[in-house]
T-cell receptor
Framework: DAKTTQPPSMDCAEGRAANLPCNHSTISGNEYVYWYRQIHSQGPQYIIH???NNETNEMASLIITEDRKSSTLILPHATLRDTAVYYC?????????????????FGTGTQLKVEL | GAVVSQHPSWVICKSGTSVKIECRSL??????MFWYRQFPKQSLMLMATSNEGSKATYEQGVEKDKFLINHASLTLSTLTVTSAHPEDSSFYIC?????????????FGAGTRLSVL
């Protein structure tokens, strides 16, 4: 799986948009960008994923650059409950017969702190 | 989203005893489940991939005889930490993917905090 690079920490004011960047310059054609977050002492939570088009759901938006070498997760109106470690992971989206494509390799992520 | 239940959420045990952790997919079938371990202030590390009806696949450096994994049904996988020692104290987290979902999303349990005295 391609390696990702994220800033170790970011701060955001409550009510403002939180924009979390991720670099994945070695991403290959069949790899998707997945975002998860982990609130302290809990299991990770799936947020969103995409291949090349921008995606939006009830939690966030995902903007992927045209060359797919980087992406940005956007939380449009951050709240205190969005304080968490956010992980950007690149991996194949389709089921792999060998099972290897199903692995999630977690990096160090970005610690987002939302403050009043 | 899909729900994964993990039990217990917290366990304290004496050194040398064994501890079993259960991971259940509540509203979907999971032919594949995953077990992770997380030490304080560190990221999640994959320990093993659990396959329904077959042997688990362990990551390099993970002792299969110490961390026994059983995936006997499409909704349940168990991790047994055998002869636990203080260095096994950690946060253990399972995840599962819906076998019928092409999106390849893993859903995580809430985790089990193991403290070995």
């Amino acid at each position: 799986d391609a390696k990702t690079t994220q800033p170790p920490s970011m701060d955001c004011a409550e009510g403002r948009a939180a924009n979390l960047p991720c670099n994945h310059s070695t991403i290959s054609g069949n790899e998707y960008v997945y975002w998860y977050r982990q609130i302290h002492s809990q299991g990770p939570q799936y947020i969103i994923h995409g291949l090349k088009n921008n995606e939006t759901n009830e939690m966030a938006s995902l903007i992927i650059t045209e060359d797919r070498k980087s992406s940005t997760l956007i939380l449009p109106h951050a709240t205190l409950r969005d304080t968490a470690v956010y992980y950007c992971i690149v991996r194949p989206g389709a089921t792999s017969l060998t099972g290897g494509g199903n692995k999630l390799t977690f990096g160090t992520g970005t610690q987002l702190k939302v403050e009043l | 989203g899909a729900v994964v239940s993990q039990h217990p959420s917290w366990v304290i045990c004496k050194s040398g005893t064994s501890v079993k952790i259960e991971c259940r997919s509540l509203d979907f079938q999971a032919t594949t489940m995953f077990w992770y371990r997380q030490f304080p202030k560190q990221s999640l590390m994959l320990m093993a991939t659990s396959n329904e009806g077959s042997k688990a696949t362990y990551e390099q450096g993970v002792e299969k005889d110490k961390f026994l994994i059983n995936h006997a049904s499409l909704t349940l996988s168990t991790l047994t930490v055998t002869s636990a020692h203080p260095e096994d104290s950690s946060f253990y987290i399972c995840s599962a993917r819906d076998s019928r979902d092409a999106k390849n999303i893993q859903y995580f349990g809430a985790g089990t905090r193991l403290s070995v005295l």
